[in-house]
Nanobody, 124 residues
Framework: QVQLVESGGGLVQAGGSLRPSCAAL????????TGWFRHAPGKVPEFVAA????????YYADAVKGRFTISRDNAKNTVYLQMNSLKPEDTAVYYC?????????????????WGRGTQVTVSS
């Protein structure tokens, strides 16, 4: 079992930055593919970014490519999502998830562990 705890969301103006983090308790997070998903009111939950166990070859949704960066700090057992040039349409609850599959995956059902989410609100 691994417990995931997100933090670092908040309210920011359009064009600003935030860096949510995902800390793992109980297991080493580098044992998992780790991803970020988001869910906005009235919309379907969507994949945002994912990173391999090694930290190599991060993968991004087209909507955030070039603006968001996912990274690992294995010493802190934490994964980060650096979000720059934020837009109002990025407003959502952001969830961290961990998967035991062997490669990066964008499908929510392939992730076995989920955090409770952190709210990100971008004002125009």
């Amino acid at each position: 079992q691994v417990q995931l705890v997100e933090s670092g969301g908040g309210l920011v103006q359009a064009g600003g930055s935030l860096r949510p983090s995902c800390a793992a308790l109980g297991r080493t997070l580098s044992s998992f593919v780790t991803g970020w998903f988001r869910h906005a009111p009235g919309k379907v939950p969507e994949f945002v970014a994912a990173i391999k166990r090694s930290g190599a070859s991060p993968y991004y949704a087209d909507a955030v490519k070039g603006r968001f960066t996912i990274s690992r700090d294995n010493a802190k057992n934490t994964v980060y999502l650096q979000m720059n040039s934020l837009k109002p349409e990025d407003t959502a609850v952001y969830y961290c998830a961990a998967s035991q599959v062997l490669t990066v995956t964008t499908t929510p059902r392939t992730y076995q562990y989920w955090g409770r989410g952190t709210q990100v609100t971008v004002s125009s």
